[in-house]
Nanobody, 129 residues
Framework: QLQLVESGGGLVQPGGSLRLSCAAF????????IGWFRQAPGKEREVVSC????????HYSESVTGRFAISRDNAKNTVPLQMNSLEPEDTAVYYC??????????????????????WGQGTQVTVSS
């Protein structure tokens, strides 16, 4: 069974950091672009970052640029999302998804959540004092 599992969420104070992980089970992540998405309470799911299959291209939404960093660890078959300078507005359930490279070719907004067929459980991030 092909599955992506998100982990690493938690409760953090404003200005703090968290490192999320997207792990693949049943398949290898190399060869796929990976996108990180989030859904805040009462809001639509949105893409926040993506990385191409070879790691040469990364894109970020305007709201997280300069604070989040996406990378790949093909040896561990994971895609981490380092989140720094967290703000209360970052509170959401975070999800990852795999897709073809052209989803992450131009700008992050091209990878609309509607392009994802199956979602995992996600990991909750809460930024609060």
């Amino acid at each position: 069974q092909l599955q992506l599992v998100e982990s690493g969420g938690g409760l953090v104070q404003p200005g703090g950091s968290l490192r999320l992980s997207c792990a693949a089970f049943g398949f290898t992540l190399d060869g796929y672009a990976i996108g990180w998405f989030r859904q805040a309470p009462g809001k639509e799911r949105e893409v926040v970052s993506c990385i191409s299959s070879d790691g040469s291209r990364t894109h970020y939404s305007e709201s997280v640029t300069g604070r989040f960093a996406i990378s790949r660890d093909n040896a561990k078959n994971t895609v981490p999302l380092q989140m720094n300078s967290l703000e209360p507005e970052d509170t959401a359930v975070y999800y990852c998804a795999a897709g073809p490279d052209y989803y992450c070719a131009g700008y992050v907004g091209f990878w609309e959540p509607t392009r994802v067929d199956t979602w995992g459980q996600g990991t909750q991030v809460t930024v609060s004092s």
